[in-house]
């Protein structure tokens, strides 16, 4: 049996080829980093790609998250999901604030809106979701509850590049939006990342706090951070960004896949596709019910492994248990019992453009034969 390794993901790279002249160029120039000529190019290209108006370019992608917070100058408390990668949360601990965990949706692994009121105190200034594998929040509910308590919306769109509802980018929603072009996502800069507002003097605002607050060579208005993109990484960026549609679209071929395979297994939960939307496939969670499939999820990781294949447990554990968080009074289990039930549940099957049919199958395998 062929046992060559599969892991959870594998990095979408350009063709070198096309890279080289693209170095050499970047030599020419002697400019390598502060809004330079491919950094300048990268951002517009995003931005039309996206639909989005105005989007800063970060040198990965939990600075924005920082950054956002910094920019609209949230205190206090801001009301988040447990049920993520740990930079949403420690992006609020870096501001000094404090974070409440809110519960999520069963069927989404997003947050939950109905539950975010309950959360709501006289310290509370903002929201921070997360679109979890890119499935879109309930934008609109969460939006009706922010502008009632006039409270900001910062979405963590870590997993959500090029996701629209009804042909309209989800960036678009709330008050900013984040993106990590992290090696693992679906579109990567190496290390990466952006931050999305929605009108001129914010975006202004970004690009300053990005650079050390600078405003002009002697003028500093705010102490800011060093979150800038560097020229080789933006012209990578600009390589990538061509070829992404076509890994979309093969991502989406392999979610069928597995999909058609995995639909009538008992014991299995898979993520549905929403209508009007465009998924991008970034992640294949499966939810495990053990009774019912006959094996625990933590079996299946295991039995995987010993054919050489490496699901990830996202998101298990949950932020909310960890050292920094599990004091705090919304970290209390009991409040949280949907995020627990789906991080005990969730594995993540392997899921990138160039995973191929044999690949697929031998997954599969593993997950029917239980053996
Ligand atoms: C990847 C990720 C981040 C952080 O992005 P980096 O580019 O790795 O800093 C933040 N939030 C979520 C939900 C992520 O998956």
Redesign the pocket.
């Known amino acids: 049996m062929d046992n060559k390794l599969i892991t959870v993901t594998s990095p979408l790279l350009p063709n070198l080829d096309d890279f080289i002249p693209l170095l050499k160029d970047i030599w020419d120039r002697k400019w390598l980093t502060n809004n330079g000529h491919y950094h300048r190019e990268l951002e517009k290209a995003l931005a039309d790609y996206l639909g989005v108006e105005y989007l800063s370019l970060f040198t ?4 924005p ?1 920082i950054t956002a917070l910094q920019a609209m100058r949230i205190t206090g408390e801001v009301i988040t999901t447990p049920y ?5 949360t420690h ?1 609020i601990w870096w501001n000094g604030l404090k974070p409440v965990f809110v519960d999520v949706e069963e069927s989404t692994g997003n947050i939950d809106p109905e539950k975010i009121e309950a959360a709501i105190t006289p310290h509370t200034t903002a929201i921070m979701p ?1 679109h ?1 594998y890119g499935t879109p929040c309930n934008m609109k509910r969460i939006q009706e509850i922010a502008d009632i308590y006039g409270l900001k919306i910062i979405y ?1 769109a ?2 959500a590049f090029g996701v629209k509802v009804n042909g309209e980018s989800i960036l678009n929603a709330g008050d900013m939006s ?1 993106l ?3 090696a ?2 679906v579109y990567n800069t190496i ?3 952006a931050l999305v507002c929605h009108d001129a003097a914010t975006k202004k605002r970004i690009d300053y706090l990005k650079n050390f607050g600078f405003a002009g060579e002697t003028t500093v208005v705010a102490p800011g951070i060093n979150s800038k993109m560097d020229e080789i990484r933006s012209a990578y960026g600009l390589l990538n960004l061509k070829q992404v549609d076509s890994a979309i679209a093969n991502r989406k071929a392999i979610a069928e896949k597995y999909r058609a395979a995995l639909k009538d297994v008992a014991g299995i939960r898979l993520l549905k596709d929403i209508e009007g939307v465009r998924h991008n496939y970034a992640y294949f969670p499966i939810f495990i019910d053990e009774k019912k499939y006959g094996m625990s999820r933590d079996a299946l990781y295991a039995k995987l492994q010993e054919h050489n294949i490496y699901g990830r447990r ?1 998101f298990y554990p949950l932020i909310s248990t960890f050292s920094a968080y599990k004091g705090l009074e919304s970290a209390n289990p009991a409040n949280l019992p949907v995020a627990h039930k789906l991080a005990d549940q969730v594995l993540c099957l392997p899921m990138f453009a160039d995973l191929d049919e044999e690949g697929v199958s031998r997954v599969l395998d593993v997950i029917a034969n239980r053996k």
């Open positions: 990965n992608g939990t600075l998250l993520s990668f740990v930079a949403t992006s997360v979890v963590d870590a997993h984040t990590s072009f992290h693992t996502k290390e990466g990342g996202y």
